[in-house]
DNA sequence: CGATTTCTTGAAATCGATTTCTCAGAAGTT
DNA sequence: AACTTCTGAGAAATCGATTTCAAGAAATCG
């Protein structure tokens, strides 16, 4: 009883392969007694029709891809939930691949995505130039990039209004008082630094405050990139630091500590993301909050939708990220 | 040139199929020069097996599942690399289920696994009792269970001692003084629960304590539960809590900082797992930790020799935790 | 009532790979 | 030289589902 085959269940139920097939996928009228002794026949002896076999008549899966760059950043899981609970809703399931930021694992994945056909790829894509999504689009396997946009490639993109937001919090400092203030930076390969970046210089300019070079410095979005960066830029004695991804935030707490600041006493601080995660563990703190399940989940449907319309033109949907002012008086 | 088939290489090379088919596999000896003209068809059309159709014939799949259950635990994204690295160093590739402890999810999860005829799964069960893998089971699919075993299933399981690791943090708290430990404990439903909560009971017999069942609270394995525990023990005045999970641990620091209290001055407090999340923010804390990758590394592999070798009487592989003592003189 | 349409159902083709079968020609043996 | 043994390669079977095609029964209609 290793495997149960359709054609065993045919047996069972005296009837044909072809009439199973009509019952489970309701296709067409089949009488009421084939289909009932059908039913009892999968019921007892436990059929589950096998997927390789069906996708490979049908040319088409169920089952989405979720590749993401790195999943010890609680954003990304945020994220899949979306993904998972809007992909289910409609009868998909979703496959989850870590790339940890690496171009080659990132490449690969793409291919095992391919091999497998399968319906869709929601994607964060390490890098905006470099990332190359044509073993998808030659096979006709629809993308949709999240959090990140691809550039040259004209796909479906889901993100928050990066620059909006940095250029809020920028003018949120410079509101409080602040006048040198410190921007730590993302891995510049990701859209949403550089359009972070872009927002950072936007509030100053509009502030009528001048770029300074030296006090932008770049980390990977991790603790450690977050608290070396943080910590170059303490030597040039900013009154602010903005940190512009959640584990960089960390980092520069963490570097503020070393270098025997406080937050919000000696150094103001705004950070990135939310922290639900810190609850109570971390000082008050002003920070750029990103709807993160409804990013998962609006790339979820972007991807649907676009599974059923191949050929609509791309669609970019841009969500708000919105400032949590949380700051005691200083 | 939407898919290419093994077909349309066979014709660009001049050669058949099962030609083809025999260069890609490296079976059997092909003159050289078909084995060259095949291989530039294969470049030039930029072919790639249908793994649908490979695997339905070869009845064999070269992906694994991996389904945990609490994807925002970061616990259990540590575990995925570990998975991951030893599956990809075997030619395997892993996709990732996320169940949130919810018993139907996780049967879905496990049909989703049969119905692609994975190649084996590893699986963190909700429920040491309730949690069925039949499904898996009838159909040949080997699992092994990660962090947690499953009672009444005879299957591979690679765990950390956390009874061991439990009685010795418990050993430790009355080593420095503390009479009235507090224990957090987890759902019931797991193994890891029971084993720790025995640990903790195993510890106080050594040292000559009474096991009071007040002193001890169970929460859920997450952040909010852990901070309820806490609070129900706090109102008993114990001179230390011990916390038996990540995020529990954090939430049982949130429930001292609510209640006024501090550590170590005010009560001792010993954790769960490695917190290199919290760097530099956590108050010094002894904790146990778990080889967490390696927890994962080496389920995969117990996975990859059960797919080997399947009729080897199963193997609980059990790794150590050990206590990190990191404490501040009272 | 006979002709035509509509329903049900089973037989057979199909998806794209791998693997078994078969056979022609090369190589080896005595 | 005659016979056996290898070897390499194509033809065809196979995996397990869905879907087209064909046929007989039932229903509709003039």
Redesign the interface.
């Known amino acids: 009883?290793?495997?149960v085959t359709i054609g065993d269940v045919a047996k069972a139920a005296g009837v044909s392969p072809a009439t199973v097939s009509r019952v489970l996928n309701a296709n067409q009228g089949v009488a009421d007694e084939l289909r009932q002794r059908v039913v009892a026949a999968v019921d007892q002896l436990?059929y589950?029709?096998?997927?390789?076999?069906r996708?490979?008549r049908t040319r088409a899966?169920s089952?989405l891809g979720l590749i993401i760059s790195d999943?010890?950043n609680?954003f990304f899981?945020?994220i899949?939930?979306g993904v998972?609970d809007a992909a289910h809703a409609a009868g998909f399931?979703?496959?989850?691949?870590?790339t940890d930021e690496d171009l080659a694992k990132e490449q690969r994945?793409l291919?095992?995505a391919?091999?497998?056909?399968m319906a869709g790829v929601v994607l964060a894509p390490a890098s905006s130039a470099e990332t190359d999504i044509d073993?998808l689009r030659?096979?006709?396997i629809p993308v949709v990039t999240v959090d990140r946009r691809l550039l040259g490639h004209p796909v479906d993109s889901v993100t928050v209004d990066n620059l909006a937001a940095a250029r809020e919090a920028t003018l949120h400092l410079v509101g409080t008082g602040c006048r040198r203030i410190g921007f730590v930076g993302g891995p510049l390969a990701t859209t949403t630094a550089a359009d972070r970046l872009a927002g950072y210089r936007d509030g100053l300019a509009e502030a009528g405050l001048a770029f300074d070079p030296d006090l932008v410095a770049h980390g990977d979005y991790r603790?450690d990139g977050g608290?070396a960066a943080a910590k170059r830029l303490l030597q040039l004695t900013p009154d602010a630091l903005f940190v512009s991804n959640n584990l960089m935030t960390?980092?520069a707490?963490?570097a503020l500590?070393?270098a025997g600041l406080r937050h919000p006493e000696d150094i103001a601080l705004v950070g990135f993301d939310d922290q639900?995660?810190?609850?109570?563990?971390?000082p008050p703190l002003t920070l750029v909050t990103q709807p993160t399940y409804e990013l998962g989940k609006q790339a979820a449907t972007a991807l649907l939708d676009r599974i059923r319309t191949p050929e609509a033109p791309p669609n970019d949907v841009v969500l708000p990220a919105t400032l949590a002012v949380h700051e005691p008086r200083r």
Chains 1, 2 share one sequence.
């Open positions: 009883m290793q495997n436990g589950r029709p096998n997927s390789q076999a996708s490979l899966t089952v999943i010890t609680p899981p945020e899949a939930r998972e399931s979703v496959v989850l691949a870590n994945y291919e095992v391919a091999a497998e056909r073993v030659s096979r006709g603790i608290r960390i980092g707490i963490t500590d070393d639900t995660w810190q609850t109570g563990l971390l």
